[in-house]
């Protein structure tokens, strides 16, 4: 028994003692991390945002796991841990999202979950994963609401919401001398839409206080037809016609009002239009006003880390990266700063989710959309500089050019911490430095 | 007393404006409500034309339309593509697309018909129901399948007929031959329902199978002939909206939606039912989007729950002897 014991008081020894040393010592080449990763493979944005966003997404990772990103993500994966991507389907709706995210925590064992573009997502996964406290990195969703309305600790997005689009936009056309003594709206009737269409207006109130709006439509998503929208709108004769419409309904309503003259009679004005450009082509009519959600695709500036993603993307998938491309790779560099912040601290080993989270909250780190601060929701949500431009179609490279570009920085288009995106704009958009 | 005077958004009308400033600016947004309601309307009957024929002849409730609305429209949009791409003449490919995509539809709704529906006929309605349900979803993942997940632009048929305009608007020519097409539709299913010899078989199995069946009448080839034709208007449908739309999945969905709100509307199984029911539903839809677009989507069950309420058969559905 004696030796017994003995024998035993060693192995606990030797095993406290191997404990000790691996929990110091860095990560191996062998570690992986595994990423889950949901963007929409199919239904309506699919095209639009989810592919290209998996392509970003199988883009970016493929080059972290080479190290061959520049400075300063040029370490190899993360933190040298190689990520494993499993990549499911957005589409299905709120109440499958909410499943297949515990799936991915529970079944597959993913160390963070990073994706999600549907507003309505976002809204309905965020609370389950603070309730598992594991790691959510929300990578678009336009919606104001996820930190305005909700406190997390465990969830972060990591782009700007959809006010900085509609307050830039605004922005943009007091800038260039746009007339618009009256507008008319035209928005999908979702949250979307509506959060659009409200931050839009309200910013129109401020920036413009004489325009008045006319017609103001709110068809349902996905309606494809607009005949009889585009007759009001043209009815209206409206200076400036304003739209968040994206996809295939975007693409369906240039197709239909571009013929009945409507672009002729009102300045286009779209919240989110740069990725139908390549789809529509010598359709899109020229002088168009568009952002695309960021300093993005043909909006980009030239930087290191663009002079990498652009080319790079364009070689790899067959076409130019867009927003939803941009926004997940933004996405992934946050995740990579905040866990090598992380490791850092601790030594070199794979961080905690806590360790994450300590790292992630109030980071900022460099793009190739530009400098990402998540200043926002208690350092949990992101604001970013972003770019708005018109249209030209060039006939010689056969696609459609962005000319006439304008920068605003996150400050000049962003609430600033503490206060509601809307109450911001209607209370005259105070604290904005715009450069 | 003064008259009650809608204006479209944007006209403005000082208070000494002459009364016929206010006839000119009422009568204006009246003829622009009854155009594109019209358009919509003639969209609304192609679609459900189909779909209430089938109810007629073989009391299904077919969900599987609007896969086949969606399926002509992409074999429309590749019909059309390849066209371009071998610089034909939109117009050739603007007639191909159609008897491309009528043409897969009655193969398609034959085999359908003779390989899986005839299994089921006999058992409960909701059975069927369930079965076109199925069809449906294996169209909408079959039509992933073949042409993925990107939208399809095949726009060049919608600049065949130019432009029209009606005062300070401009209306697509294309959209304005749905009117014609849609007319010409209904009044040939209507011709060989009544004028013909088939359409009286069709009409004696309509109204009593057995009875027909036991005077020689071959039930199962009328049932094949008039569920496939019933696709064949529903791809012919997808195929004549492809131009004007980018397609892509999804598309089936809204449509079953408001072909069964036509259909019950005007009484399932009734042409002219379908008729009345897109003329009504269009005008109303476009009033309400010139007048109150907040209510947009309410008219058309609004429609729909009133008819319901006053006859519940729908407007056109005929009073059936009870079988004794």
């Known amino acids: 028994m004696h030796t017994l014991s003995a024998h035993k008081g060693r192995i606990a020894l030797a095993a406290a003692a191997a404990a000790l040393t691996i929990s110091t010592v860095p990560v191996s080449a062998q570690e992986t991390f595994k990423l889950g990763i949901v963007t929409f493979l199919s239904g309506p944005a699919a095209e639009s945002f989810g592919v290209p966003a998996r392509n970003g997404a199988t883009f970016t990772i493929d080059e972290l796991n080479?190290?061959?990103?520049?400075?300063?993500?040029?370490?190899?994966?993360?933190?040298?841990?190689?990520?494993?991507?499993?990549?499911?389907?957005?589409?299905?709706?709120?109440?499958?999202?909410?499943?297949?995210?515990?799936?991915?925590?529970?079944?597959?064992n993913v160390d963070a979950v990073l994706g999600y573009i549907s507003s309505g997502d976002c809204l309905a996964v965020s609370p389950i994963a603070e309730e598992l406290k594991k790691l959510l990195v929300l990578m678009d969703c336009g919606t104001p609401r996820i930190f305005e309305e909700a406190k997390y600790n465990y969830v972060f997005r990591t782009a700007s919401h959809a006010t900085m689009d509609n307050v830039a936009l605004i922005r943009y056309m007091k800038a260039k001398n746009i007339k618009m003594e009256t507008f008319s709206a035209i928005n999908?009737?979702?949250?979307?839409?509506?959060?659009s269409r409200a931050d839009f207006v309200a910013a129109a109130g401020q920036i413009f206080p004489n325009a008045k709006l006319g017609t103001d439509l709110l068809p349902k998503f996905g309606a494809g037809q607009y005949g009889t929208e585009i007759s009001a709108l043209v009815g209206a004769g409206s200076d400036v016609v304003y739209s968040s419409l994206w996809?295939?309904?975007?693409?369906?309503?240039?197709?239909?009002?571009?013929?009945?003259?409507?672009?002729?009679?009102?300045?286009?004005?779209?919240?989110?239009?740069?990725?139908?450009?390549?789809?529509?082509?010598?359709?899109?009519?020229?002088g168009t006003i568009i952002g695309a959600r960021g300093a993005y695709g043909l909006m980009s500036r030239k930087s290191v880390l663009n002079d990498w993603f652009f080319p790079g993307f364009e070689k790899a998938i067959g076409a130019y990266p867009v927003q939803a491309a941009y926004r997940i790779n933004q996405s992934i560099l946050g995740l990579k700063n905040a866990i090598e912040k992380a490791m850092e601290k601790n030594g070199g080993k794979k961080p905690t989710t806590d360790e994450i989270v300590a790292a992630m909250t109030g980071s900022q780190w460099e793009s190739p959309g530009g400098l990402i601060k998540m200043t926002l929701g208690d350092g949990h949500q992101a604001t970013q500089p972003i770019g708005i431009s018109r249209t030209k179609y060039n006939p010689e490279k056969k696609r459609v050019d962005l000319v006439d570009i304008q920068y605003f920085n996150a400050e000049c288009v962003n609430p600033p911490p503490g206060i509601k995106s809307l109450d911001w704009i209607k209370g005259g958009m105070q604290g904005a430095k715009c450069e | 007393m003064e008259p009650v005077i809608w204006l479209a958004k944007g006209e403005t009308m000082a208070p000494n404006d002459g009364s016929w400033k206010r006839v000119f600016l009422s009568m204006n947004l009246f003829l622009t409500i009854v155009i594109d309601g019209l358009i919509e309307a003639s969209w609304l009957f192609v679609v459900a034309l189909g779909l209430t024929l089938v109810f007629g002849v073989l009391k299904i409730l077919n969900i599987a339309h609007g896969g086949f609305y969606a399926l002509g429209a992409y074999i429309a949009a590749t019909v059309v593509t390849l066209f371009a791409a071998?610089?034909?003449?939109?117009?050739?490919?603007?007639?191909?697309?159609?008897?491309?995509?009528?043409?897969?539809?009655?193969?398609?709704?034959?085999?359908?018909?003779r390989g899986l529906l005839k299994m089921f006929y006999g058992r409960d309605e909701v059975v069927l129901l369930l079965v076109t349900y199925a069809v449906f979803l294996l169209l909408e993942d079959i039509t992933k399948?073949?042409?993925?997940?990107?939208?399809?632009?095949?726009?060049?048929?919608?600049?065949?007929?130019?432009?029209?305009?009606?005062?300070?608007?401009?209306?697509?020519?294309?959209?304005?031959?749905?009117?014609?097409?849609?007319?010409?539709?209904?009044?040939?299913?209507?011709?060989?329902?009544?004028?013909?010899?088939?359409?009286k078989i069709v009409s004696a199995v309509i109204h009593n199978p057995e009875i027909s069946a036991s005077m020689g009448v071959k039930i199962n080839r009328i049932y094949a002939f008039a569920f496939a034709f019933g696709l064949m208007l529903a791809a012919f449908?997808?195929?004549?909206?492809?131009?004007?739309?980018?397609?892509?999945?999804?598309?089936?969905?809204?449509?079953?939606?408001?072909?069964?709100?036509?259909?019950?509307?005007?009484?399932?199984?009734?042409?002219?039912?379908?008729?009345?029911?897109?003329?009504?539903?269009?005008?109303?839809?476009?009033?309400?989007?010139?007048?109150?677009?907040?209510?947009?989507?309410?008219?058309?069950?609004?429609?729909?729950?009133?008819?319901?309420?006053?006859?519940?058969?729908?407007?056109f559905q005929r009073e059936t002897a009870r079988r004794i």
Request: glycine share 12%.
């Open chain 1, 66 to 108: 080479k190290g061959s990103v520049p400075a300063p993500h040029n370490k190899v994966g993360f933190g040298g841990m190689k990520i494993e991507p499993i990549i499911i389907d957005e589409n299905g709706g709120a109440t499958k999202q909410v499943q297949e995210l515990r799936n991915l925590y529970q079944r597959d």
């Open chain 1, 188 to 195: 999908q009737d979702y949250a979307w839409g509506q959060d």
């Open chain 1, 247 to 286: 996809g295939g309904d975007l693409q369906a309503f240039v197709l239909q009002s571009a013929p009945r003259g409507l672009p002729k009679r009102s300045q286009l004005v779209f919240s989110a239009a740069d990725h139908v450009l390549p789809a529509l082509g010598d359709k899109m009519p020229d």
């Open chain 2, 86 to 113: 071998k610089g034909l003449p939109p117009a050739l490919g603007f007639a191909a697309m159609l008897l491309a995509a009528a043409f897969v539809a009655l193969a398609v709704g034959v085999m359908l018909e």
């Open chain 2, 145 to 199: 399948l073949i042409w993925g997940v990107n939208p399809i632009l095949a726009t060049q048929p919608y600049e065949l007929f130019g432009n029209v305009s009606f005062g300070k608007l401009f209306y697509v020519g294309y959209d304005l031959v749905l009117i014609p097409v849609a007319i010409a539709s209904g009044l040939a299913v209507w011709f060989g329902l009544n004028r013909t010899v088939t359409g």
């Open chain 2, 237 to 315: 449908a997808g195929a004549l909206t492809a131009p004007k739309i980018s397609v892509q999945p999804g598309l089936s969905s809204d449509v079953i939606i408001l072909s069964f709100a036509i259909v019950v509307i005007g009484g399932l199984g009734s042409v002219e039912g379908a008729a009345v029911g897109a003329i009504l539903v269009g005008l109303a839809r476009a009033a309400s989007v010139h007048i109150f677009p907040q209510g947009e989507l309410f008219v058309i069950y609004l429609i729909m729950a009133v008819v319901l309420m006053i006859r519940p058969e729908g407007l």
